[in-house]
């Protein structure tokens, strides 16, 4: 089993930065890809980015250049660092990791709110 415990979420400004942080413990030697995904009000969990163990990346399109995903091995965590922030980033963020030939996350985090104020 794995646990993932998020951090960094809050209320911001437009134009503001936040970074999130993601802890992972537990049976980690079977993760191979992280992410992020988020969920605003009324509608679908959405998947913000993701990183694999050999540093592939993927972002939503609404993010790229603004959002970046990175990873501590060491530390055993992932990180969103997340700029020039808008309304429509305010969601719940939340934290997933998905093990090796797994077709689809099996662990999730708690959630963090992140709110952007115009």
């Known amino acids: 089993q794995v646990q993932l415990v998020e951090s960094g979420g809050g209320l911001v400004q437009a134009g503001g930065s936040l970074r999130l942080s993601c802890a992972a413990s537990g049976s980690i030697f079977s993760i191979n890809t992280m992410g992020w995904y988020r969920q605003a009000p009324g509608k679908q969990r959405e998947l913000v980015a993701f990183?694999?163990?050999?540093?592939?990346?993927y972002y939503v399109d609404s993010t790229k250049g603004r959002f970046t995903i990175s990873r501590d091995n060491a530390k055993n965590t992932v990180y969103l660092q997340m700029n020039t922030l808008k309304p429509e980033d305010t969601a719940v963020y939340y934290c997933?990791?998905?093990?090796?030939?797994?077709?689809?996350?099996?662990?999730w985090g708690q959630g963090t709110q992140v709110t952007v104020s115009s």
């Open positions: 997933a990791a998905r093990d090796y030939g797994a077709s689809k996350y099996d662990y």
């Open positions: 990183m694999t163990n050999v540093g592939i990346t």
